[in-house]
Each structure stands twice: as C-alpha cells, then as structure tokens.
C-alpha cells in the first residue's frame, strides 16, 4: 500500500474518535487504500488498526519477503505454469513486480488438462524451467510425493499468509481439503471452485401461479433434490427448446453430479478403512436420481464442456444450471448471457436426507487452482512470496473481479466483507451463497492417484447414464477399479491421506457419514 | 489413358552399353576393391538414417522397455531406484486390465470398419476419375482437402457439427423430422468418430487407388477386353487382382496410423460413452500423461507395438516379393 | 483402360462426394468469418451475419477481438506459425534427404530379405505416447528439451520410415542402367545418384515431400510434450484458444486451421499431376 503511514494515522484518529465513520471510509479511499482493506476495517468489531495491521499483514509480509529475496536473486525473472485462459488474474501486477522489484513474470499456458501433465513430467525432466504452478488441488499429493513440489509448511508458520483465520483466512473447509496433503500445507489456493445452482427468475415469475396451483407451494430455487427434480419436471419445455436443467451428462464432468448427490446424502467415498462406499443403496439411490432426470435435460448434456454448457444456459435454453462460480458470471455478462442477464436467482446445492433421517445441506468442491512452489526453482523463496501475496486476503480480493481469469472468491472477507468490484462481479446474494455453500464442502479425490480414482468412477457413472449398465452394477465395477488403485498406489498410504482429508470437513457431514468416530 | 512416365522416355537414349562390356573384363583383385568400395558406400548411404533412429528411436525405445518391467512411477521416486519386476505390468495387461484388452479389441473394430469404408469409397471414385470428365484436376485436387486439414480441428469441426443444434441434426430434420443425440449412445458416438476418420482419410485412399489403377500396365487389360470380357469382368477379374499390392499397402499405411488415432476421439468423446469409443492411443495417453503409471503404460506400447508388427508383417505378406525389388 | 465419359449416376456420385468434402471445410472457413456472438449460435448459423476478419486479426494482435468483449488471449500466433515453419520445413528436407540416400541403399546396395520392409516401417509403429516420457528424461539430459532442434530430430525419426519406403519404390523405378551410364562416363557413384536418379524421380520427390510435411505439420503429442516456452507449433496453440470469459474460442481456432491448410491445399494443387502417379509406394511394378 502507497500511503501505509497516512493510513495508520487516519485509523489512530479514528479509533480515538476524532472522525466520524463516513469522513473515515471517504479518507481511507483517498490515501488509496485498497477497498478490501477498507471494507474490511469498517466492518471489523476490533480497533481499526488492529484490523488493519491484521487483514493487510500476509500482504505485507510477503512483500517484505518478495523485496528481500529479488534483491539477493541472481535470475531475475519468475515463471509460471498456468492454465490457458487464466492469465487475467495475473497480468494487472506485472508492472508492479517489474518496476518495484525488478522481477519480471514468464506465464507459460497449457491447456487447463495439461498442466497436471507438465508437472510431473518437471518431476521427471528437472528442468527448473518453472518457478511457480498452478495446479488444482487434486494435483497436491501426487506432486508431493514426485518431490516435484515444496511443502510450504515451514514457510506459511514463518511468513503466516492467515490461512486458517476465521474472519479472513480460505473458508473452512476449503481451507484444509484444498490447499493441506497429510496436514502439511502444499499450496495456496486462489481459486474457490465449487458447483452451485441456478434457476431463471424470470420463469418463476411468469409461471408462479400454475406452479403453486400445480405442486402446492410457492415456486422459488430448490430447496431439495426432490424439489429440484419437480422444477425440472416442471418448466421443461423441449418443444421451445426450453429444458427442464443443463447438468452435466458428459464423460470427465459426469462424475461430479453423482458426487455432489452422493455427498448430500451423507456418504463419503471411502470409509475409514479405505473401502469403497459409493456402490451402496445412497450410490444407487443417488444414480438412479440422475436418471430420472435424464428425462428434462438439454440433448447437448452428453456432449457439454463448461464452455458449451454455460453458452447453452446464456442462450436461454434451460431453466436450471449446475455451474462453478464463474458460469454464474458468465449468466450475468450481457455478453455471454443474452438470456438470463438480471434473471438468475442462485442457491446452495440442494439438501438430501440423510439415513437417519437428517436433512443434510453438502457441496462439493471441485477443481479448484492454487499456487505451487517448484522444487526445481532456483528461488523458491521469491515464488513463494510471489504466491503468498496473490492470495493475500487483500490482494486476492483486488485480484479475483478481473476479466480472463478462473480465480473465484476462497477468502472468508471476499464474501463477507467484499469490494465493491466483488459485489458489481458476483452481487451480495451469489457471494453470501458462495459462503453458505463453501462452508458445506466435501473434495474431489483429493489423494495419492486422484485423477485415477476420479476416472476410474467417471467411466463407470457415464455406463449407467446411457443404460449400458445397471446402477448397482456400474458401482459395483467403479468400487472394484477403485480397490484396484487403492492397492496398486499403496492402502496405508491413501488411507493416511484419507484419514486426514476426511477429518477436516463440516460437522455435520461428518456426524452423517461416521467419519467423526474415524481415528 | 496416359501412361508414360519421363524415365521410359530415357529408355535407349542413353542406354547403347551391351550388358555385357560392363560385367567383363577387372581383375579379381579389382573385383574385391570395387566390391569394398562399394559396401562401404552402401553403409555411407544408411549411415545417416541409421544414426538418428538408433538415437532418437531406438533409445527411447530401451529406455521405455527398461522401464515397462519395473512398476515405476514419478510419485515412487527415480527411475534408477526402481527394482525389476519381470514381467507383472505384461501380466495385469494382458490377464487382469479388461479396460486394455477391450480397447485393443476396440481399436481393431474400428480399424477394420474405417479402412473398409475408406477403401471401398476410395477405389470407387479412382475409378470414376479413370473417365474423362470436364473439370478433373480441379476436382481431384479438392476431393484430396481433407488430408490437409489438422486432427485437431477436424476434431473441433465435426464436435461442432453433430451438436444437437447444430448443421448436421438441422439437415436431418428437415429429411426425416428427427434428429439423434449423437454422443449419447455408444452406437451414434460411434458413427460420429467412423464418419470423422473416413472424413479425414478417404482422401489418402482414394490417391493410392487412382495412382495404382493409372500405374496398372494395360496389355492385360487389352487382353480380357478383346477377349470379350464385359468391363465388370475386366474390372474383378483383371484389374482387382493386379491392384492388390496397392490396396494391401495402403490399408498398411493407414493401419499403422489409425493404431494411433487419438486428437479427433479424444476431442470428440472422450472416450465416451464409458469407454465404448476409448482407442487404445486414448488409453496409453491416459495412462501415461494422466495417472503417470509410466510403467505400465510402457507396458502397454510394448504390446501394441509388437501387435502391430504382427499384423504389418503378416499384412505385407502376399506383396513382400514385389515390394523388395530386385536385390543385386 | 476407359475413357468413356462419365454418366448422370456417376456424375451425382461425384457431386454427392464433393459436398461430402467440402461441407466440413466450408463450415471451418465460414466460422474462421463469424463474429464471437456467431460462433456458438443456436440454431446453428451457416452464413456468418456479419462476416468479418477479426479472428484472423487475432491471431497477430491478440487484443483485436477485445471490440467484441471477449478478452484474455495473451500470444499471438506469430510464434507457432514461425515454430510451426521451421520445425515442419526444416524436419521435412532433412527427412527426405536422408531418406533419398537410404533408398537409394536399398534399392541399389543392400540384400533385402522379408524383414526389410518390417524393419524400414517399424519406426513408425511406436505408440507415440511411449516414447515421449523416454524423450523427456533424454532431452532433459542433454538439454534438447525445449527446443528446436530437439523437435526437429524427432519429427525426422518418425518420418524417416514413411519418406523411406516412398522414395524406395520410386527407384525401384528407375533402370538403374542409367545411373550406370553415367558412373561410366566418369561420375562418381555419389554424383551419379545425385545428377541422374534424383532429378528422374522429381515427382517421386515432390510427391513425398507433400506427404511428410504433412505429418509433420499436424504432430500433436511430442510437441505438447516437448515444448515449455522457447518452442511451440500450431497444433499446440490451437488448444490454447480458451480463455475464462468466452469459453474456446472457436472462430480465432478456425482462422488458425484456414491459415495452417491453405498453403497445404495450394501445394497439392500445384504438384497434383506427380501425386496421381507416384503415390503407390512400390506396390505397382512396371
């Protein structure tokens, strides 16, 4: 921040009461102080400087750290492995890195699939051609153990980027499945994927009555599976090309619809002792929802990438979509979203029930970037730096609202306390959902062997999508390539990973699935 | 038809030198020189090939066959450390990895139906061109396009045609009033992937086949004519049987590559629906360069590469005679 | 054998065949010229509304098709169209070179037996996905990996086989008296082959020539892999045509594909009457 010193002093005078709340926030923002920070001060119950010194320090440690290594570095340039199309987050700060620290920064894209690919390969190449990666959290284990990237742990306990801080740290549990592989800090997440719904206010509008005089109750976004199912049902329309929802039904994105409906039903993956769950009566049940919807889903649903997906929902074919956060902007962009710009009204994932009975709210947190040190790097500590001040609670929130990035909202303050480019990007309702939802997560196969498992299900789900097999059977099948891989990658090793994944998730989907009495 | 080519123009002009004069007369010591010299030019001329094969092929390929008998990974430390486990990748292959064994069957099916339709589309329009038409060359060189074009956008191109909106189901509506989901059922994904490649290599066929008929000598042909065969007759009895040398080497060539058919599927379906259009290229890349099981996707080119050998080799069989030439 | 004139059914035939062809190319041309709200339209649009130039602007100025809303393209091609250029051209000459000289070898010097067309094609046989981590912990070794020549010496291995076998049969060809005739007159063996055989099989020449760089060209796999910032290819840059805001960019994809055939299809044009005769790799002896 420019203007530190003017800044700690407007918070002195205001925490001594010498300034009334608005000539505050209206100095803050003249002294140039970012919005988060002052957002964030505003709405602390601490003092302000005591706010201030605390949601701007991982900023200012890492930046304290980056000057003092850049001076020390001999290569004075730091280059990323990023993902196509993610560059914009990125770009707005070269300037600053180049002019302030005299470190230039190299992106290399690969397509979004690949860098996974690219990283292990480094494992085996060394090339120490990247500094810094950006793979998503399913990569972590696999890294680790290729010894391909660092464990950051001793560096977050010295430069603490407030990874676990309640009021602005990565939002629990995101915080521990998304960014830790066995309790040990493996990258920084900047990107807070997950899958949530949305529904076409409009259409509720227009039909309102013939829905409640239809089903009994107000129209409104689902608040069950069962509810959602009746709304599909309801409002599809296939001879206007109308459909009931845009789901997913294609091969690599399939899996995460049964995921997510396995997860709200209160099943896990793996019990404690790494035996497949997903092949009981919830994964049937779970499976045999999905068919049922088969019925109100657009013909392209087998063929869907996100890009198509969310082009579809624009066009206004569908009066559902399952999306990560960024089809919500794109539904909400005139330009990518003709058909439902001011039209969208957006929930967490529907709840299920559990085996006792419960009413269980659960998400799945799926993909998900985050930043990498290489172990290959001639100065991890700078690429550690770098890392650690991207997604710093405030850089983070300035950072997040830029075009031609994937980066969505992670940091508790981006959603409880956001900028007011933060709320003009995602709106106040979608951020709040995006907390509610986050807070409820449960991973991908975040694990030794992850893209094997994923796959290994994703088959087997796709089978019983197009009837070639039974539900019971394709889990069946799914349970048994997943044994397969769970010897072959090693039992104690995943299940030690499990163990500890499976440990940090919200309380109530732990109580539901038993994984609290897991030792 | 015109079937002279520049080196028969050659033929005598230069030619005047009895066989015999240039056989007779060096000494036996000459003899053995010319015929060292000679050896050591014929290594000359391999040389070059010879060194990068053995450099940029054949080290790979030791280095992969090295490691198709460990159970390496990146994730399981160096390669140096990993121990000899004989043949158990080869083993789980081939006795325990369905998901392999299927999609090698899979691949020969598609392999079989691709290469007859293109062979039976490509010999048919060769011989329509054997006719003299207004605007030949014009159209022989567009019907050729389609090799020209990259896998991956045909890739592209032919996910964007069969989209449920999309050219293709607008045109079958129109004719039928229905229109499939093409990516839905393993029976249309699979007409989608066999019309993309057939797309994309009829072309090469139908080059090989219009060169071999136009290369066929013709007293044969005369011959059946004046006989009094019908062109029907003349064509499966006289011409076929000549032009299966070409047809056998063409579905060769083309059988070699589409082993590796794998930007068009991958971009196309994935694999799906499951893995019923899952090649086996789609799945040694997955198990290469997604899971990292170097290994055992080592392993598995190993099989595919001997398989192939197999079969080029008993393929080539019937035409061996002719491909080799005359040796001296 | 016939030169009778084609008939109606035939002549449909052939019509059929040619929008069978060009359908497809038709459609990458007209969504090279769709604007960015064109590309994924549904109904499907055929003829662009408004045809424009943009995504080929694109490709060269990253920025341009920032007038429509759709940002986050940070390379223009001009790399891969160089990379794509020199690796391909460069790959293809030393290809056919060698492989000249190794047909010549064959086809005049070495003893073949039944094995020798097994052992010229295998090269060509090996799953690529194989052999490309081998490449990676070599190349990294000897500091190939990410560069030219390192590309340019794979795509020459993989090639060689085909650009082998292709020539051979177009020497089988040639009597070798001729060559012959001339090493009489005082040629050397080297010149003899160079002087007469080559220019004999010019269409032999330009036929595989085509053929290779073809191959060439459209290389996916060891590119990817190969490739971290100092190198890239066209294949490689069409799958970077996603950004976060428009999803894959499919008309800036299709500009690309247009530029990267054209010269293909202009080269097949101007040396068809050498691909209608030559291209039957030895199968037809005379």
């Keep these: ?95 600053k890195w180049r002019d302030e620290l005299g470190i230039m920064l ?38 680790i153990d290729s010894g391909v990237i660092y464990d950051l742990t001793d560096w977050t306990e010295a430069y603490n980027p407030e990874l676990f801080s309640p009021e602005f740290g990565v939002v629990f549990p995101a915080s521990h499945h998304a960014q830790l592989y066995n309790g040990r800090v493996a990258g920084l997440l900047n990107d807070g994927d997950q899958i949530t719904l949305l529904c076409r206010s409009d259409k509720m509008a227009e039909k309102a009555k013939a829905f409640e005089d239809a089903y009994g109750r107000p129209v409104g976004v689902p608040d069950t599976w069962q509810e959602y199912h009746e709304l599909a049902q309801f409002f599809h329309d296939p001879d206007n090309g109308f459909f009931g929802s845009l789901e997913y039904r294609s091969r690599y994105y399939v899996k995460w619809m049964f995921m997510q409906r396995l997860m709200s039903k209160g099943m896990l993956y793996f019990d404690g002792e790494m035996n497949p769950t997903f092949n009981g009566d919830e994964g049937v049940a779970a499976i045999e929802d999905m068919l049922a919807v088969n019925e109100y889903l657009h013909p392209d649903a087998f063929s869907f990438t996100w890009s198509s997906n969310y082009n579809a929902f624009g066009r206004g074919e569908g009066f559902m979509n399952i999306v990560w956060p960024s089809g919500f902007k794109y539904s909400k962009a005139p330009s990518t979203g003709p058909a439902t710009t001011g039209n969208i009204a957006a929930t967490v994932m529907p709840a299920d029930y559990t085996k006792s009975g419960e009413k269980l709210y659960a998400g799945l947190f799926c993909w998900g970037y985050g930043y990498a040190v290489s172990r290959y790097s001639e100065n991890p500590e700078l ?121 940090n998730l919200a309380d109530p989907i732990k109580r539901a699935s038993g994984a609290d009495k897991w030792s | 038809m015109p079937q002279e080519i520049a080196i028969s123009d050659l033929k005598g002009t230069r030619l005047g030198v009895p066989a015999a004069d240039r056989t007779s007369a060096p000494s036996p010591t000459g003899a053995q020189r010319a015929a060292r010299k000679r050896a050591r030019f014929a290594r000359g001329l391999a040389a070059p090939g010879m060194i990068i094969s053995v450099f940029v092929l054949v080290v790979p390929l030791l280095v992969a066959l090295a490691m198709s008998f460990t159970t390496w990974s990146p994730t399981r430390g160096s390669l140096l450390d990993a121990g000899f486990e004989g043949l158990f990748n080869y083993e789980e292959l081939l006795v325990y990895d369905t998901r392999f064994v299927e999609a090698v069957a899979r691949t020969l099916t598609l392999s079989v139906i691709c290469l007859s339709l293109e062979l039976a589309i490509g010999l048919g329009l060769a011989v329509i061109f054997l006719r003299e038409f207004k605007g030949k060359s014009v159209l022989f060189s567009t019907l050729l396009t389609p090799m020209m074009v990259m896998p991956v956008v045909v890739g592209y191109t032919f996910w964007m045609l069969f989209q449920s909106n999309g050219p293709i189901n607008q045109i079958s509506m129109i004719l039928f009033g229905t229109a499939p989901e093409w990516f839905r059922s393993a029976f249309f994904a699979w007409i989608v992937v066999i019309v993309t490649e057939v797309w ?46 070409v047809i056998i080497v063409a579905l060769v060539i083309r059988a070699m590559e589409i082993v590796k058919l794998f930007d068009e599927v991958f971009i196309l379906t994935r694999g799906g629906p499951s893995t019923s259009t899952e090649t086996i290229s789609l799945y040694i890349y997955k ?28 393929l080539l069989a019937p035409v061996r005679d002719q491909l080799l030439g005359e040796p001296r | 054998m016939n030169t009778r004139p084609l008939t109606p059914l035939l002549a449909l035939v052939l019509l059929v065949a040619l929008v069978v062809t060009l359908f497809p190319i038709f459609w990458i041309v007209m969504t090279a010229l769709k604007p960015p709200t064109d590309w994924n339209a549904a109904p499907a649009i055929w003829i662009p509304s408004e045809p424009t130039l943009i995504n080929f602007l694109t490709l060269f100025d990253p920025d341009a098709i920032g007038a429509f809303g759709v940002g986050g393209i940070s390379e223009s091609a001009t790399a891969a169209v160089f990379g794509s250029i020199l690796t391909s051209t460069c790959a293809t000459l030393i290809s056919v070179g060698i492989g000249f000289f190794a047909a010549i070898g064959l086809s005049r010097y070495t003893r073949v037996n039944r094995f020798t067309p097994l052992f010229i094609l295998s090269g060509r046989m090996f799953p690529p996905a194989a052999i490309a981590v081998p490449f990676v912990i070599i190349f990294s070794a000897i500091q190939l990996i990410d560069t030219y020549v390192g590309l340019i010496a794979i795509y020459v291995a993989i090639t060689l086989p085909f650009a082998t076998w292709m020539l051979k049969s177009f020497v089988d060809e040639v009597p070798r008296e001729v060559e012959e005739a001339a090493m009489i007159d005082g040629q050397s063996r080297l010149m003899a082959h160079l002087t007469v055989t080559a220019p004999l099989i010019k269409g032999g020449l330009f036929a595989t020539t085509l053929f290779i760089f073809i191959l060439n060209w459209s290389e996916f796999l060891f590119a990817l892999v190969l490739s971290y910032s100092n190198i890239e290819t066209i294949p490689i840059r069409l799958a970077k045509y996603v950004t976060a805001t428009a999803g894959t960019l499919f008309g800036v994809q299709a500009a690309l594909a247009v530029l990267a055939m054209a010269p293909l299809i202009v080269a097949g044009f101007l040396i068809q009457k050498h691909l209608a005769r030559g291209m039957t790799f030895g199968a037809v002896k005379r």
């Design chain 1, 1 to 95: 921040m420019k203007n530190h010193v003017s800044i700690q002093a407007a918070c002195e005078s205001f925490d001594a009461g010498l300034m009334p709340r608005r000539t505050f926030l209206k100095s803050l923002a003249a002294l140039g102080a970012t919005a988060s920070v002052a957002n964030y001060i505003a709405s602390s119950p601490a003092s302000a400087s005591t706010a201030l010194a605390t949601i701007s320090g991982p900023e200012k440690r890492a930046w304290a750290l980056a000057k003092e290594m850049a001076a020390k570095a001999d290569k004075k340039t730091l280059t990323l492995l990023i993902p196509t199309g993610s560059i914009g987050n990125m770009t707005p700060y070269a300037d």
């Design chain 1, 106 to 143: 190299e992106f290399i894209e690969e397509p979004d699939e690949v860098v996974h690919t690219k990283g292990m390969q480094e494992a085996v190449a060394k090339t120490g051609r990247y500094d810094i990666m950006m793979p998503t959290a399913m990569s972590y284990p696999d890294w």
């Design chain 1, 383 to 503: 690429a550690y730096a770098y890392a650690q001040w991207m997604t710093s609670p405030t850089i983070g929130a300035d950072a997040i609202p830029y075009l031609g990035g994937y980066s969505d909202p992670y940091r508790v303050n981006h959603m409880k306390a956001p900028t007011e480019r933060l709320i003009e990007t995602y709106s106040p309702e979608y951020l709040n959902t995006l907390y509610e939802n986050m807070v409820n997560t449960v991973p991908d196969f975040c694990l030794p062997g992850g893209f094997e498992y994923q796959d290994a299900l994703d088959k087997e789900i796709h089978a019983a999508m197009t009837g070639d097999k039974s539900p019971k059977q394709a889990l069946d099948d799914a349970a048994q390539a997943v044994d397969r891989i769970t010897r072959r990658v090693g039992r104690e090793k995943v299940q030690a990973s499990w163990l500890s994944l499976a440990q």
């Design chain 2, 200 to 245: 994309h290599w009829t072309p090469l066929f139908f080059l090989i086949m219009l060169s071999g008929l136009n290369s066929l000598p013709e007293n044969p042909i005369r011959a059946a004519v004046i006989l009094g065969a019908s062109p029907r007759q003349v064509f499966w009895r006289v011409v076929l049987p000549m032009l299966k040398p």
């Design chain 2, 287 to 314: 198990l290469a360069f997604q899971d990292f099981q170097l290994a055992y996707g080592a392993a598995a080119a190993f099989l595919v590469l001997i398989g192939t050998l197999l079969m080029v080799h008993f």
